[in-house]
């Protein structure tokens, strides 16, 4: 069930101005009311654009540029189709610039929703902290987005005449730290659909856990230096916050299967979600990750789709390998192999999902006398995934079944099979940002990397939670970091937090799938953060670019 929609009295977007294109920043915001509002519901309403300032980039290009930039998927284009000018080739490569056009949304976006809140908190009156706790929370969020992408970012905090020069990336990290530890316990304690979506104490541990255990990374004095071995000194601040969420009995991992809670029915219920973005393919659009994994002949195989997918997305056939452990839920992230039809998010193998075609159509280079006779065939998707011999250059598959068929689909985030011509292939599921597995997870690499051990609790114990809840077979000897970051990969698949991982591990410059047909990006360390996109730059003319780019 979804949350209702609070209805806004008054907007404030029309008072936002994006950090890439400021102009007059002089606007008396209080002269906009003629009642200055100071109630909790007020606050709320105000509040909505706030947390939907990042639907639109989470729901798309955020997602896209963790996913493709790390070892989890690649884009495809099939023929001349879905090459774009190479900009999702580019992140698999590891050869983006300021110029690729997935990185201006999540750089405004964040800077967006930071005026907003930065206006909320001023037409309030900073003075009145129980109100304004939430907006600075999910301010030190979009902080948390620019610093974690870009690196240093413009620190604002209230009206400003000119946007200022940016902050490093270690000032923002701390900046972060401070507000979270001044509001966390003015944010409601409450969990519920009143709080789903929306600031509270628990989302603010969440990031504060989630801060700390990136802050060797955040707080290197350049990217490049950064290895897993770099002492951090926030490990036994990780494990607290932890502690926190772990101790208020608020959540826990069994509310729902493992799928269950990714459908395009959940929502607050979900007792694992901690903090989620909303959406709804009516009323919260954005959110579009099907399209992009749906298999390009087979759209009503997943759900009835009234429009074309994209169907270029396709799990690296590394990534899909630690998919392995007997009996875990979490296999059924992928699916591949033959095809059939799906009644109730379940396989109908009484139902083989088949196609009208021909030899040639399987096979564009296929030419015999027989090429163009006509049959049914059975779709089978499989694992590997081969470029055409002129594929390099656009990583190339085909687009004939057998390149459409290449790769392995996500199917967590399930479509709604309801879903209409006028949705414009939105979807209804919710994208959680903050989990309790993850904090689990968490507590046990902080642990291993050196933290103190709590409330009887070990690494291989924390782990083992999540392995009884998918029904995998439990550890019986203590995990390695290793271990921990394959626990990761099968908990977190498409969830945009794969980049942030490897980061963390040293591991982001490793070989995977086409990344040797640019070998440079392998060693490349400055593409730890991304560049500030060039229309920001053009704009702040004052900026430097960020090293390397």
């Not at 208020?248 to 219920?269: E, I, V, W």
């Not at 029904?471 to 271990?483: F, H, K, M």
């Amino acid at each position: 069930m979804k949350p209702t929609l609070l209805i806004r009295f008054l907007t404030l977007s029309a008072l936002s101005f994006s950090l890439g294109s400021c102009t007059d920043l002089d606007v008396d915001i209080k002269s906009q009311l003629t009642e200055f509002p100071d109630s909790e519901r007020a606050a709320e309403a105000i509040l909505a654009d706030v947390y939907a300032a990042y639907r639109g980039a989470m729901g798309r290009d955020h997602w896209m540029v963790q996913t493709l930039s790390a070892d989890e998927a690649v884009s495809v284009s099939m023929g001349t189709d879905w090459f774009d000018g190479g900009r999702y080739r580019e992140f698999h490569l590891h050869n983006w610039n300021a110029d690729n056009g997935l990185l201006p949304s999540i750089w405004n976006d964040a800077s967006t929703g930071i005026t907003l809140a930065n206006n909320a908190i001023a037409l309030f009156g900073e003075d009145k902290e129980k109100l304004t706790a939430p907006a600075r929370a999910i301010r030190a969020y979009y902080y948390f987005i620019l610093m974690d992408n870009f690196g240093a970012a413009p620190l604002i905090t209230g009206p400003v005449d000119a946007v200022p020069a940016r902050s490093s990336r270690a000032e923002i990290c701390r900046f972060i730290e401070a507000e979270l530890l001044a509001v966390k316990d003015l944010l409601p304690t409450t969990v519920s659909v009143a709080t789903y979506g929306k600031a509270t104490k628990y989302m603010a541990e969440a990031l504060l856990a989630k801060l700390y255990l990136n802050w060797a990374v955040y707080t290197a004095t350049d990217v490049a230096n950064y290895n897993p071995s770099t002492q951090n000194e926030k490990l036994n601040d990780v494990v607290a916050m932890c502690d926190q969420i772990i101790s208020s009995g608020q959540f826990n991992l069994t509310s729902h299967k493992f799928m269950a809670k990714f459908r395009p029915d959940n929502g607050y219920q979900v007792k694992d979600f901690i903090f989620a973005i909303p959406y709804d393919r009516e009323k919260q659009q954005g959110m579009t990750y099907s399209r992009f994994w749906i298999h390009r002949s087979a759209q009503n195989q997943f759900a009835t789709l009234p429009q074309s997918v994209g169907g270029t997305f396709r799990v690296l056939p590394s990534y899909l390998e630690k998919f392995n452990l007997a009996g875990d839920e979490r296999n059924a992230s992928y699916i591949g192999g033959k095809q059939y039809y799906w009644s109730n998010y379940t396989e109908d193998k009484t139902r083989p999902f088949l196609i009208r075609t021909s030899k040639r159509g399987i096979d564009q280079d296929y030419n015999a006398a027989d090429a163009d006779a006509q049959f049914d065939w059975q779709l089978e998707t499989t694992k590997e995934i081969t470029l055409r011999s002129d594929g390099a250059a656009t990583l190339n598959v085909g687009n004939d079944q057998k390149g459409r068929s290449m790769g392995y689909r996500s199917i967590k985030f399930y479509m709604d099979v309801a879903v209409t011509s006028a949705n414009q292939r939105n979807q209804s599921n919710d994208v959680p940002v903050f989990r309790y597995a993850d904090i689990l997870l968490m507590k046990a690499e902080a642990i291993l990397r050196g933290a103190t051990a709590t409330n009887g609790q070990t690494a291989q114990s924390l782990v083992n939670q999540i392995r009884a809840y998918v029904n995998a077979p439990v550890l019986t000897a203590a995990p390695s970091l290793q271990d921990v970051l394959d626990e990761r990969a099968r908990e977190f698949a498409d969830e945009s937090w794969r980049r942030n991982d490897l980061i963390r591990y040293g591991k982001f410059e490793d070989n995977w799938g086409f990344r040797s047909l640019y070998p440079a990006g392998m060693s490349e360390k400055f593409r730890r953060i991304f560049p500030v996109p060039t229309t920001v730059l053009n704009v702040n003319t004052h900026w430097q670019q960020n090293p390397g780019y």
